[in-house]
């Protein structure tokens, strides 16, 4: 599944789930670079 992170304070990074950590964060892969952050919460439209 695709899932947008973000890292730092302003940097978002979208790659594929590789697994959610105990601590909320998630960890996905883009390439073969493997980055942690906490998901961006999905948005409902009007």
């Not at 599944?1 to 979208?14: A, P, W, Y």
Request: aromatic share 4%; glycine share 8%.
């Amino acid at each position: 599944m695709l899932r947008t992170i973000t890292v730092g304070s302003c940097v978002s990074i979208q790659g594929l789930v590789v697994r959610t950590l105990a601590d909320g964060k998630m960890v996905v892969k883009v390439d073969e670079k493997l980055f942690v952050g906490y998901p961006v919460s999905k948005v409902r439209a009007a």
